[in-house]
């Protein structure tokens, strides 16, 4: 499995790519060398995925943010810290957890019921996301860059 970044001046793109799972990318533009969820565009194979999500919601649920492809709907929130998440639907959840850095890095991930392969592959691009906005302290961080970017 290959899971490489790469990064342009006004975008950053994650993605992984194995043998059991499908090919799947995720871009958006930079938040240091990881894509955030500002212009957020995700694709499994060639298929675009339908996100969607709401920024001022209150509670962790609410900021969830909402994937919609070949008939399946999840949902992806933050766990516990912005290290880890868990990505959600009817009767399966992935749980991704980040532990350790630099050449110490590893991944964690459970599974809880009869997960396809393309539900792993979303928890996995994720990790290489910048998903911080998903937790309250992360919105509360971007509020005023946003705010910035609505006079500029």
Request: aromatic share 6%.
């Amino acid at each position: 499995m290959t899971c490489p970044i790469a990064r342009g001046n006004t975008w950053a793109r994650v993605g992984v790519d194995g043998e059991h799972i499908p090919a799947s990318s995720f871009e958006g533009f930079p938040d240091g060398s990881r894509p955030s969820l500002s212009f957020m565009e995700f694709r499994v194979g060639s298929t675009p995925v339908v996100l969607s999500r709401r920024r001022w919601a209150l509670t962790r649920k609410g900021r969830s943010l909402r994937l919609a492809t070949a008939g399946i709907r999840t949902t992806a929130r933050p766990r516990d810290a912005e290290r880890a998440h868990v990505l959600a639907r009817e009767g399966v959840r992935v749980g991704v957890a980040r532990k350790g850095g630099g050449s110490r890095r590893r991944q964690i991930v459970e599974v809880t019921g009869p997960a396809e392969p393309v539900d792993l592959s979303i928890a996995i691009v994720f990790t290489g996301a910048n998903l911080a906005n998903l937790t309250l302290s992360g919105a509360a961080r971007s509020t005023p860059a946003r705010f910035l970017d609505l006079t500029s």
